[in-house]
């Protein structure tokens, strides 16, 4: 078989979740072995690299692309309306677009921001398994303001070591809701809204005993029997692999 790159988990709606990698269906219990060939490229423009930056991209991609400048991890500080966006274009199309402020359950509850199209798709990556829209904006720099005002009070990150292993925070859904309004300042709370939760089914037939973050530059060679996936972590008995770490690896798959 060729060897791929690595990116990211592809995931469909479904019950549970359907998930593939490379082209190839991820299911529990199938044996699935990842064999590095030592080499490493840009997603973005190939380029073969001795080092990826920002999730698998070479260091001129990394320091020009929209998609990899700092705002897209705090929203709140989009600077398009300046002109300094790097791809004005792409900005267009991926921030200057209706966006949705949520609380997921990952580890814990958490706060966050996506665009209104692809809910799911941030949902199932994050490893959620309930998850509400609380705002809606026209564009994503309004739900950065939104989510910085929250996160005062929620996390805007999840515990790896516990969403490998199962462990969730119980949550009081209905008095996370409530306070809201009382955490934004006036000029904010236009944008709230109130909608039914969504529930996410991870494809896990259970989870590995201790949190071990397993890696291609420790181990060229990942193989096992999988427990599982969810977000973007393959499980196995001996820990968990984390697919979206290793973007722009080149690997052989092997899955039976």
């Known amino acids: 078989m060729s060897p791929i790159l690595l990116d990211r988990i592809e995931q469909l709606p479904a019950e549970p979740i359907r998930c593939f990698l490379g082209g190839r269906e991820l299911v529990s219990r199938m044996h699935v072995e990842i064999r590095s060939t030592g080499r490493t490229f840009c997603l973005n423009c190939g380029t073969g690299t001795r080092k990826?930056?920002?999730g698998g991209y070479c260091w001129r991609c990394f320091s020009t692309l929209a998609r990899t400048d700092s705002c897209i991890v705090r929203p709140h500080t989009c600077h398009f309306h300046l002109g300094t966006c790097?791809?004005?274009d792409w900005g267009m199309r991926?921030?200057?677009v209706p966006h949705v402020v949520y609380l997921a359950l990952t580890s814990h509850?958490?706060?966050g921001v996506t665009r209104e199209d692809?809910?799911?798709e941030r949902w199932a990556e994050q490893g959620a398994s309930e998850a509400v829209v609380i705002a809606r904006t026209p564009d994503r720099?309004?739900?950065?303001?939104?989510?910085?005002e929250l996160s005062r009070h929620f996390s805007d990150r999840t515990n790896w070591a516990r969403l490998?292993?199962?462990r969730k925070t119980e949550v009081d859904w209905e008095g996370a809701k409530e306070i809201l309004p009382a955490l934004l300042p006036e000029e904010l709370r236009r944008w709230l809204v109130e909608s039914s939760q969504t529930y996410l089914s991870h494809p896990v037939e259970r989870y590995?005993?201790?949190a071990r973050s397993i890696r291609l530059t420790k181990s060229p060679v990942v193989r096992g029997r999988l427990l599982g996936v969810v977000g973007q972590y393959l499980l196995f008995e001996d820990g968990a692999f984390n697919v979206r770490a290793h973007g722009g690896h080149e690997v052989e798959l092997h899955v039976e």
């Open 208 to 210: 590995p005993p201790r």
């Open 164 to 166: 490998v292993t199962g």
């Open 109 to 111: 509850l958490k706060v």
């Open 118 to 120: 692809r809910k799911f």
């Open 86 to 88: 790097r791809e004005p």
């Open 52 to 54: 990826n930056y920002g």
């Open 94 to 96: 991926h921030c200057m």
């Open 141 to 148: 720099k309004t739900a950065g303001f939104v989510e910085h």
